[in-house]
């Protein structure tokens, strides 16, 4: 009774006191759970960017939404896509998108989703949620938005093969990071450039910037994106021929994205190296290393990934002699590039299948393939490409007997290579025509 009697006759003042307390702490609990939410999600953004150097995420507002359940949606959005969740991703955004308030948050999730979209190579619905972002970011005056947004369109047209769309956005978002000063953005806008100026075959403007992105890479201690720098300078090259100076680019990057953690990176290594041992013979190590990339590219859903490593396996198969083998992989990887729309790809696909053709002499197939692949690569803008080609429509001539179109080829192809600095394929077209002459 006692008991009872005590804690009924609490004073009215200790009852609200107990209140009061009760409420402060529920309300410094929140507060608390609240800045760790917060701290997660630009954690979250600061590791996605790590991971995808060669894309400009933009996460201005999207800490400082107050709302538990946006809050919550943000954080799930984040920790699905470091497991490659895109689909999942997209549907977190969206429904966080329909809730936001400013403008910033706006643009925000809107590039996020696009990216997402990118990374599922559904491109024409990346492609929208970035033009709807940009229209917002040019209305409220947000350079470093805007400057994202095109940053991501760039590498949407690149997919696309459509380089000189790509260059005109990389080139507009370098201008608006050197303005605001983002020195970061700045190093990822040169590297996007040169990526789109190796695929178009211009390897000394490739290099050029390149060079540009790895001295500011270095000078600001950003480790991550000095790995995607020389991983793409290993690139240029490797199309020049200088395999050693590749190999040894190809095995430093691959120990900093094993460092670091970089899954996609370190499959884009593997698929590279493999390349290098290909061209060089050792076939078995080029095979242990795109089985790697393979189980890698698949694990991430980097679809475009997959096509790269299926096309090195094609062509270690053609080397090996396995010819049915090789254009079964070459036929899995069209269908790929089909899927997700990268024409670049689609015409690499085509152009090792005639390559098969040819080795098969059944040359019509063969020049069919050839045929389909100069028009694309002439559409695409990608010179390279174009002279590979123009090589090979001239080898099926030769075969033939056809002299004259084959030197007509030929020497069209020796002009493209002479203008980006092929040297190696510029020696071998050389030899094809003095072998015409014999």
């Known amino acids: 009774m006692e008991l009872v009697l005590t804690i009924i006759g609490v004073p009215l003042a200790l009852f609200g006191a107990y209140v009061g307390i009760k409420q402060i ?10 800045k760790s939410d917060r701290e997660e999600i630009r954690k979250g953004f600061e590791r996605l960017q790590n991971d995808i150097r060669g894309s400009n995420l933009y996460s201005d507002g999207l800490a400082e939404i107050p709302e538990r359940r946006r809050i919550r949606l943000l ?35 809107l590039i996020i ?9 559904r491109l024409n619905e990346a492609e929208g949620h970035f033009k709807e972002a940009e229209v917002i970011a040019r209305e409220t005056n947000n350079s470093e938005g805007l400057s994202s947004v095109l940053s ?10 459509e380089f000189d ?46 060079e540009l992105a790895l001295k500011i ?76 990339a393979l189980k890698i ?9 997959e096509a790269a490593v ?38 690499n696909s085509m152009g090792n299948m005639g390559v098969v053709h040819s080795v098969k002499d059944e040359l019509d197939k063969a020049t069919e393939y050839y045929e389909a692949v100069f028009k694309i690569e002439k559409e695409i803008g990608r010179r390279e490409g174009e002279a590979n080609a123009l090589t090979n429509m001239g080898s099926v001539y030769a075969v033939k007997g056809e002299l004259d179109k084959a030197r007509e080829h030929y020497e069209l192809a020796l002009k493209i290579y002479e203008e980006i600095g092929a040297q190696t394929k510029v020696e071998t077209v050389r030899k094809n025509i003095n072998n015409l002459k014999k």
């Open 25 to 34: 702490v529920r309300w410094n609990r929140e507060t608390w759970e609240k």
């Open 75 to 109: 954080r799930h959005g984040l920790e699905v896509m470091q497991n490659y969740k895109y689909s999942e991703a997209v549907a977190s955004f969206r429904e966080c998108l329909g809730i936001s308030k400013t403008p910033e948050q706006m643009v925000a999730l």
């Open 113 to 121: 989703i696009g990216y997402c979209f990118s990374c599922l190579h």
């Open 152 to 161: 991501n369109m760039g590498g949407v047209y690149e997919i696309r093969g």
């Open 165 to 210: 769309k790509a260059i005109e956005h990389c080139e507009l978002a370098l201008k608006i990071k050197r303005e605001i000063g983002d020195r970061e953005g700045e190093a990822r806008a040169l590297g996007n450039m040169g990526i789109v100026y190796r695929q178009k075959g211009e390897l000394g403007k490739a290099m050029e910037h390149y």
């Open 217 to 292: 890479r270095r000078e600001i201690g950003d480790r991550a994106g000095e790995a995607i720098t020389l991983g793409n300078m290993g690139v240029v090259h490797s199309v020049k021929g200088e395999l050693d100076k590749a190999m040894e680019l190809y095995q430093l990057v691959l120990r900093m994205n094993i460092e670091s953690g970089n899954r996609r990176g370190e499959g884009g290594s593997l698929v590279n190296i493999g390349n290098v041992y290909r061209n060089k013979g050792e076939l078995d190590k080029a095979t242990e290393h795109y089985q790697l």
């Open 297 to 305: 590219s698949r694990e991430t859903s980097n679809r475009r990934g």
């Open 310 to 347: 299926l096309q090195g396996i094609g062509l270690m198969y053609k080397e090996k002699g396995e010819l049915d083998r090789a254009i079964e992989n070459f036929q899995l990887a069209l269908e790929i590039a089909r899927e997700i729309g990268d024409r670049a790809g689609e015409a």
